[in-house]
């Protein structure tokens, strides 16, 4: 019996949509996520609000926007602070959006630049920006070296207790920097700056100087020095840092590793488009 030729479906164009489906746009969408996304970006743009804020910033019940948010909290979209019943965007959203990060301009034309901080120091270096009132790890190249720091990507860490946290926090719109030191800090170490003025003193010198240094304030034996990132403003959107143990990054080394690190954080400004600024001094 012959057979009739068919066509081989492995070489058939796939499809971005079912062939069956509208090409008008409001025939296709889930009003339910539809709206619980708006919520989602609104959130993201408050960066935190309470329940009945939220509400009022969209208009919406807080019975409604309460399931909402108690659906995306179970997949760690956003998070519920217990202490200030604030909403906030969950480091699970960082997960699902780094899918994006790995081809924007920030993380990818940094790679080549942290990768070669790394090669010139002999440590770690790290791409970080700021999430709420915590470091959000964007990108890291560790070092060959068998005692090294290390900051998964979508690892927190607390601002005023980090090298790039700080650098950040010093180059804050005053309002929010009255806002962060509005709360009491936690002390990590006997090292860590924690009385809002010591620390309001130490960000000044970050300023003037160009870089900050975490001299044991997180981790006890460990030394982080970092320099900002600005965009094609001239605004600091993100840190890059060098870390490691005290017993290779040593106090009498910090100029020069700072150097290093305020050369590579210059390149990836440059790279995305920052006007070139006066080194400090």
Known sequence: MALRDTPDRSERRPRGRPRAFSEKTEQNTIKSLDRALVVLTR????????????????????ATLYRVLTTFSLHGIVEHDEATQNWRIGANAFLIGSVFLRRTSLVDRSRPI????????GET???GVKNDDAVLFLSQVETHAPIRAFFAPG???PLHASG?????????????????????????????IWEHDALRADLEAIRARGYSVDDQERNMGMRCIAAPIRNAHGEVIAGLSVSGPTTRVLTEEVAALADAVIEAADAVSASIGAPATPRPG
């Open 43 to 62: 959130l993201a743009q408050i960066e935190s609000a309470s329940l009945s804020e939220l509400a009022q910033a969209l208009n919406e019940s807080p």
């Open 114 to 121: 942290l990768r070669a901080l790394m090669e010139r120091t």
């Open 125 to 127: 270096a790290n791409l």
């Open 155 to 157: 690892t927190l860490s």
């Open 164 to 192: 790039i946290g700080k650098v950040l926090l010093a180059h804050a719109r005053p309002e929010l920097l009255d806002r962060f030191l509005s709360a009491d800090l936690e002390r990590f170490t006997p090292h860590t």
